[in-house]
T-cell receptor, first 109, second 114 residues
Framework: EAQVTQNPRYLITVTGKKLTVTCSQNMNHEYMSWYRQDPGLGLRQIYYSMNVEVTDKGDVPEGYKVSRKEKRNFPLILESPSPNQTSLYFC????????FGPGTRLTVL | AQKVTQAQTEISVVEKEDVTLDCVYETRDTTYYLFWYKQPPSGELVFLIRRNSFDEQNEISGRYSWNFQKSTSSFNFTITASQVVDSAVYFC???????????FGTGTRLKVLA
C-alpha cells in the first residue's frame, strides 16, 4: 500500500530538548515536504526536498532542520524546540499531488 | 507573491443543502496547480482534486463539483446534497509548476447538521 508514515504520532517534550520526527515514503517519490498546521493559519510549508541531498526552505523554516540522505526518508529536526513550535506536523510525498502522512502532534512545554 | 484566501472560516448547513466553499488565489506564475483537500475530524488530509491552470473545465465527481475561473482567480468547491459525513475542514492550495512551494489557505470548517 502506498503510504507516508510519520513517527512519533504524538510527542510531549520540554523546551530545548532536541527531537526528530521521522517521515518515510514507499512510493519512490523524489519530492517530499514538511508542513505545520496551526489554528487559523492553515498549513504552512517548512522545508521541502526535490531529491536526495537537495532541500530548500519553505515559508516557515526558522527553528527547523531537515536532511535527505536517502530517497525514502525525510526527517524533521528540532534542535532546540520552543513552545511556539507546538503544532500539528505533516509530512507529504510527491508533487504536484501530495500524499500526506497521518500527522505528528507535538507539544513543547 | 503567492496567496490563497478562503474567506469563509466556518459554514453550517442542514443535511441535503448545497454548499459552496470559496477559494481565491494570487500568483504570477502562468502555469500552476490548484488543489482541494479534506481534513475530517480524525485529522488526516484527504486529497480531493488537482486542477492545472491551463485546464479551465469544471469537474464533477459524484456530489462534488469544482468551478475554476482564471478570470476571477477562483477555484470554488460545491457539495450537492450535503451529508453529515461531509463535516470537515476543507483546504484549498496552490502550487507553481516551476517551484516546489505550496501555499495553503486557512481552511473552511464545514458543519453539516442532521
Amino acid at each position: 500500500e502506498a503510504q507516508v508514515t510519520q513517527n512519533p504520532r504524538y510527542l510531549i517534550t520540554v523546551t530545548g530538548k532536541k527531537l526528530t520526527v521521522t517521515c518515510s515514503q514507499n512510493m519512490n517519490h523524489e519530492y517530499m515536504s514538511w508542513y505545520r498546521q496551526d489554528p487559523g493559519l492553515g498549513l504552512r510549508q517548512i522545508y521541502y526536498s526535490m531529491n536526495v541531498e537537495v532541500t530548500d526552505k519553505g515559508d516557515v523554516p526558522e527553528g527547523y532542520k531537515v536532511s535527505r540522505k536517502e530517497k525514502r526518508n525525510f526527517p524533521l529536526i528540532l534542535e532546540s524546540p520552543s513552545p511556539n513550535q507546538t503544532s500539528l506536523y505533516f509530512c507529504a510525498s510527491g508533487s504536484p499531488r501530495g500524499v500526506f502522512g497521518p500527522g505528528t502532534r507535538l507539544t513543547v512545554l | 507573491a503567492q496567496k490563497v484566501t478562503q474567506a469563509q472560516t466556518e459554514i453550517s448547513v442542514v443535511e441535503k443543502e448545497d454548499v459552496t466553499l470559496d477559494c481565491v488565489y494570487e500568483t504570477r506564475d502562468t502555469t500552476y496547480y490548484l488543489f482541494w483537500y479534506k481534513q475530517p475530524p480524525s485529522g488526516e488530509l484527504v486529497f480531493l482534486i488537482r486542477r492545472n491552470s491551463f485546464d479551465e473545465q469544471n469537474e464533477i465527481s459524484g456530489r462534488y463539483s469544482w468551478n475554476f475561473q482564471k478570470s476571477t482567480s477562483s477555484f470554488n468547491f460545491t457539495i450537492t446534497a450535503s451529508q453529515v459525513v461531509d463535516s470537515a475542514v476543507y483546504f484549498c492550495a496552490l502550487g507553481g509548476s516551476g517551484t516546489y512551494k505550496y501555499i495553503f489557505g486557512t481552511g473552511t470548517r464545514l458543519k453539516v447538521l442532521a
